[in-house]
């Protein structure tokens, strides 16, 4: 079996070094998959996109500050005498979208100065050129957000919305002709050899016309934000490829694109699961504590703390509402409130694993940074709960990844790792008897491990009593006779957020191997007996398969661990990022394309990789 996996995990590596570097605009093939391109700066978000199998074209979301308002729906350039779509689509760097059609190449990137640039580089200096930016007239949300005043000054068209975020919009030349109509703003001009867009987003009228001015005055916007955005990737941890070849650098492109997807997804913050529209609540991207972490660890692992500050102050601070001390609701609408609305999991299904995560990142920071995030009571107060929840059997029983309640491998050794950190910390801070809980708690956990151990099929597998969910969403009770084992390759992030490699995390990644990975090589995520869940959890997913080839890297072997990143290379979306999951019979992918989540797991399989 794993012969065979290399192999034709190295017969087409050099399929995914090609998709990686073309950027051909697909029409009946599937691959690459359609998406979005994530942009930002950590002030500001956009969601951009000209693929033509999705229905927008340009920016379709912009968010500034936080995710409680999205500004504009759309953006355009039209040439005169050009009806031709788009022929390419892509990164032109890895901060940089770009569309290329027979007559204009279109590039959208994020300015440093908070700033979103439009550029159009047409054939042929002169031809008449239109933009349109579409703004959203009426944010529906809890609280719905409304275009008060739409106006142009001086050359600048300036929106307000009643929230107070001014967005100003305007051509680099002031010698274009800028108009409104309905909410849109339209801008016409003559095309020299590069038209300049800019979107400035910000709190007050007189900050975004400034900002514009100030824009307006920079002789080249593209190398500025070039000089910053390299620099940023600089400051951190690229991976090392020995070898200066095509596909070594497609992978290290593939790398910076995905972890600056993540950067990108940052606002102060907040990094929702999805930005693209298909997990909201209340019509906002929802905030969940588990897929903020777990891109707050592969930041912290490839050197950028900053962003990793953000994130764990904003689940420290305690305006964000607890279910009960000590545990986080599964998730958050945008304002942090917990709210019973919205698509994906139940708000209130318990997840306790966030608890491991946190503990483990908060350690981590300090260990790299030499700061504490978070006072000590609140490392006790996540410490404490997990104690008290451990059942008589010796295990958490909770959501934990896959949002469903029962006993979880991934979570149990999660907070198994996080409860022994959690002992040293306590230690540290002089007080032993809360050492010496925490201490106890692990190994009681750790002791309970094989229960989770499907020995039929020698697999942990997560233990459940029940087959199905109830009609809500909601996990059902069962009876302990119910006893039912599901499989589960969430299992590996047990391992990657810090627990020690094991018989049964080995046997387990055997099962996975010969029994979960399907599409050529991506790898499934859980099992059900629930017809409803069926479809999802027996989807190839991202994150998995990225997990699948951290542990190889940690534990395994480097030719599987190159085996799932070249999968994931070959599988990514238009953009080169990582989408939540492709449907099980191949015939689409995740309208999460990409899923924050996944992106980032994919940058640290690279990374853990390169260092083999």
């Known amino acids: 079996m794993q012969a065979r996996m290399v192999c034709r995990g190295f017969a ?33 978000t956009a969601v951009y996109s000209d693929d033509n199998r999705i229905g927008s ?31 390419h689509v892509g990164m032109q760097n890895f901060f940089t979208a770009q569309t290329l059609t027979p007559l204009s190449d279109v590039r959208c990137f994020v300015h440093p100065d ?38 142009i000054a001086r050359g600048v068209a300036v929106a307000i919305w009643s929230n107070g975020t001014a967005v100003a919009i305007a051509s680099k030349d002031s010698n274009d002709k800028v108009s409104l109509s309905g ?45 910053f955005w390299e620099a940023w ?85 305690r305006k964000i509402p607890m279910k009960t001390p000590g545990e986080w609701y599964a998730r958050y609408d945008a304002h942090a409130k917990a709210v019973d609305s919205g698509s994906g999991a139940r708000f209130d299904e318990p997840e306790w694993d966030a608890n491991g995560y946190f503990i483990y990142l908060l350690a981590k920071y300090h260990e790299s940074q030499g700061a504490w995030l978070a006072d000590r009571k609140l490392i006790y107060q996540l410490g404490d709960f997990l104690v008290h929840h451990i059942g008589k059997n010796g295990l958490l029983e909770e959501g934990g990844i896959v949002e469903w309640t029962g006993y979880l491998p991934a979570t149990n050794m999660t907070c198994a790792a996080a409860l022994s950190t959690a002992a040293k910390l ?60 599901l499989w589960d390759t969430s299992a590996n992030f047990g391992v990657i957020w810090g627990y020690p490699k094991h018989r049964e995390i080995e046997l387990s990644n055997l099962f996975y191997l010969k029994n979960t990975v399907k ?8 099992d059900t007996t629930d017809p409803g869940l069926a479809e999802y959890g027996h989807a190839v997913f991202f994150f998995t398969t990225a997990a699948a080839s951290q542990y190889q890297s940690l534990y395994g072997d480097k030719a599987r661990a190159k085996f799932f990143i070249a999968w994931m ?36 399989a690279l990374l853990a990789w390169s260092k083999l």
Not at 274 to 296: E, H, K, S, W
């Open 569 to 604: 290379l070959q599988n990514a979306n238009s953009y080169g990022l990582m989408p939540e999951r492709i449907n099980l019979d191949g015939s689409d992918v995740s309208p999460a394309s990409p899923l924050s989540w996944c992106s980032a797991e994919f940058a640290s």
């Open 233 to 317: 990737m600089n400051r951190g941890i690229l991976p090392n490829f020995p070898n200066n070849t095509a596909e070594a650098a497609a992978y290290l492109e593939a790398y910076k694109r995905n972890l600056y997807c993540v950067k990108a997804a940052n606002l102060n913050g907040q990094i929702p699961a999805d930005i693209t529209g298909q997990f909201v609540t209340n019509n906002m991207p929802q905030l969940y504590p588990r897929d903020a972490m777990m891109c707050a660890r592969v930041l912290l692992e490839t050197g950028h703390p900053e962003e990793v500050r953000q994130v764990i102050e904003f689940w420290a601070n």
């Open 12 to 44: 087409f590596v050099l399929t995914a070094v090609a998709a990686s570097l073309c950027l051909a605009q697909p029409t009946d093939q599937k691959r690459p998959w359609k998406g979005y391109s994530i942009l930002g700066n950590g002030h500001l």
């Open 114 to 151: 908070d700033a979103i640039v439009l550029t159009l580089r047409a054939t042929g200096v002169g031809r008449p050129y239109r933009f349109e930016a579409q703004l959203r007239k009426e944010i529906k949300t809890d609280v719905p957000v409304n275009l008060t005043s739409l106006k």
């Open 519 to 526: 599409l050529g090589g991506g790898m499934q995520y859980f």
């Open 57 to 87: 074209r340009g920016i379709q979301h912009l968010y500034f500050k936080d995710y409680t308002a999205d500004y504009i729906s759309s953006t355009s350039f039209q040439l005169a005498g050009s009806t031709a779509a788009a022929s």
């Open 183 to 227: 909410s849109s703003v339209v801008m016409t001009g003559a095309s020299s050899s590069k038209t300049e867009v800019l979107i400035a987003p910000a709190s007050s009228e007189a900050e975004a016309v400034r900002k514009v001015q100030a824009l307006r005055r920079d002789p080249d916007l593209e190398a500025t934000a070039a000089k």
């Open 426 to 485: 306590a230690r540290q801070f002089g007080d032993e008897s809360k050492a010496q809980s925490y201490a106890a708690a692990s190994q009681r956990i750790s002791a309970a491990l094989p229960q989770m151990f499907d020995p039929s099929r020698q697999t942990y597998a997560d233990v459940r009593f029940t087959g199905k969910k109830g009609p809500n969403g909601e996990s059902l009770p069962g009876q302990p006779n119910e006893k039912t084992y």
